[in-house]
């Protein structure tokens, strides 16, 4: 094994199939994030979403895709330019994997691509002789998804953070209130249609449980370029509030907490999930 690989699997405490599939994710994701500095990528992106939360504030759950957006709106970004890099920077870890870019069907901002890999292959790679390797299909694969927003709302705020694993690199990324302001917008505006999104829930008591304040510029700008609110309005927290106490009206508790339950290990605090619990929190709710 890698001896890299090997001390960033140090800091894992596995009880499974499922944890350990879940560090290969994670160590791949790094990887990946490693790979996209060095080949220059955010001079022109940030790191958002889940992902950015679990890796540089502690976010306890595991986040399956890599969220990122353009500083600058740029509807000539291409996403393809990073492979070459990215793929030489994965491979040095001993890593076999693909890297496409998804073909886009309709008209839309996000630019988006797919790293695969077998998953017993790395298993192997990561844990070897590991007994459990063999109750994995031949088939199965590892699947990362990255996506860049090349159309940006405006106000976010960024920073920039190192890390020295799997080797240094330097990261672009949102501050916590712009953060907090993305996944506010996710809590009141994304289109969850037969499956809530408990990760969304989970990661806003998050945010509340930390302090966060909330980037209401961002958010505003956000919620304008979904039509969720017009432009020339004021938009102060108390209009965030009433947004958001409006939405946990109108949650399927138990499919959140169905949701949310593959992705942690402390699942009693979902118990006190309802309306009434997100509403006195949201009473918290700073700028």
């Not at 292959?121 to 844990?127: A, D, I, Q, R």
């Not at 106490?245 to 006190?272: M, N």
């Amino acid at each position: 094994m890698n001896h890299v690989i090997n001390e960033m699997l140090n800091k894992y405490q596995m009880e499974g199939l499922s944890d350990k599939k879940n560090a290969i994710k994670e160590i791949m994701q790094e990887i990946v994030l490693c790979g996209l500095s060095r080949a220059g990528f955010f001079k022109k992106a940030a790191f958002y979403g889940g992902t950015a939360l679990r890796i540089f504030y502690g976010l306890d759950r595991f986040s399956e895709d890599l969220d990122f957006s353009l500083m600058v709106p740029d509807d000539t970004f291409e996403l393809s330019e990073y492979f070459p890099t990215l793929k030489k920077e994965i491979a040095s870890y001993g890593l076999n994997v693909e890297i496409a870019e998804k073909e886009k069907t309709k008209e839309s901002a996000i630019r988006s691509a797919f790293l695969k890999g077998n998953t017993k292959e790395h298993m192997l790679l990561f844990y070897a002789s590991d007994p459990t390797a063999s109750a994995i299909a031949g088939h199965e694969t590892i699947k990362i998804k990255f996506e860049v927003d090349t159309n940006p709302p405006a106000g976010a705020t960024f920073e920039h953070k190192y890390r020295l694993l799997p080797a240094p690199y330097e990261i672009t990324l949102y501050d916590m209130p712009s953060l907090f302001a993305g996944k506010a917008h996710a809590v009141i505006c994304r289109a969850w249609k037969s499956r809530v999104k408990g990760r969304d829930l989970y990661d806003y008591v998050f945010y509340l449980s930390r302090g966060a304040a909330l980037n209401t510029e961002h958010l505003k700008a956000r919620l304008v370029q979904s039509n969720a609110w017009k432009a020339d309005d004021a938009f102060t927290v108390a209009d965030v509030k009433k947004l958001l106490c409006a939405r946990f009206d109108t949650i399927d508790y138990a499919q959140a907490k169905e949701d949310i339950s593959p992705f942690i290990k402390d699942k009693v605090a979902l118990d006190l999930w309802s309306a009434d619990f997100f509403k006195q929190i949201t009473d918290g709710l700073k700028a």
